[in-house]
């Protein structure tokens, strides 16, 4: 929904989940340091890191930023952390943009207003060694109902009848919210055939109201 846009990215240790697919795993363990980089350099600081300390590098350190991104690993695996460094930074003028696996409901109403965007994904059964998660995402799609969302499904030809199944639940909870749906990657390429993320996506639309085909931008740029 907001690719392109220029993002201070804070990056939340630990996760919940073990994706097939995941491409940070060095995120998804609580780590003893965090690295600070910027166009001023690159700074080592220890963990646990305070949230007030947080709020303060954003604010000095990328004073000519307009945005943040919380991500991970999993954020929600912090949720108050999570809740008060949106909340902190959204009152220093920040927009904050949330990216969460969308399996852990946050305990705190407070957090419906932390965030200005919240991207979710949804986890396929197939994606997580047959895990299912769907009464997971449901009620985090039920949570934050009224917030600026998205959901983002990442799949690979094997897996369209979940994928349809995904589409059926959000449709039946929010058929409003935009879904993107996401080739897997294999290397800088998507793993699909562009005629089988076309027919996936014309179907798609007798499900939900808004669907779009997301690509990872940072691959065709050739980003790391
Ligand atoms: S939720 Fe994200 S960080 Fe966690 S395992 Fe999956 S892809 Fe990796």
């Not at 080739?183 to 669907?211: C, F, K, N, W």
Request: charged share 20%; with cysteine; proline share 5%.
């Amino acid at each position: 929904m907001h690719a392109g846009r220029p993002v201070v990215v804070v990056r939340f240790a630990g996760c919940n989940l073990s994706c097939s697919y995941c491409d940070t795993p060095e995120a998804r363990k609580p780590c003893d340091t965090a690295d600070v980089l910027g166009h001023s350099g690159a700074t080592t600081i220890e963990n646990p890191i305070d949230i007030d300390e947080v709020i303060s590098i954003v604010t000095g350190r990328f004073p000519d930023s307009r945005n943040v991104l919380l991500t991970g690993g999993e954020p929600f695996v912090q949720s108050e952390a999570a809740v008060r460094l949106g909340l902190g930074l959204r009152l220093k003028g920040f927009g904050i943009h949330l990216e969460t696996n969308g399996t852990l409901t946050p305990e705190s109403k407070l957090a419906r207003i932390a965030f200005d965007f919240v991207s979710m994904d949804i986890k396929l059964p197939s994606s997580q060694g047959g895990r299912r998660l769907w009464q997971e995402h449901a009620s985090f799609i039920a949570f934050f109902k009224g917030v600026q969302m998205a959901a983002k499904i990442v799949f690979d030809s094997k897996q369209l009848a979940e994928v349809k199944q995904a589409l059926e639940l959000i449709g039946q909870i929010n058929p409003h919210l935009p879904v993107f749906l996401q080739p897997v990657y294999h290397g800088d390429s998507p793993a699909m055939d562009s005629e089988v993320l076309v027919e996936i996506t014309r179907q798609a639309q007798a499900m939900v109201t808004d669907v779009r085909v997301s690509l990872q931008m940072h691959k065709i740029l050739g980003l790391r």
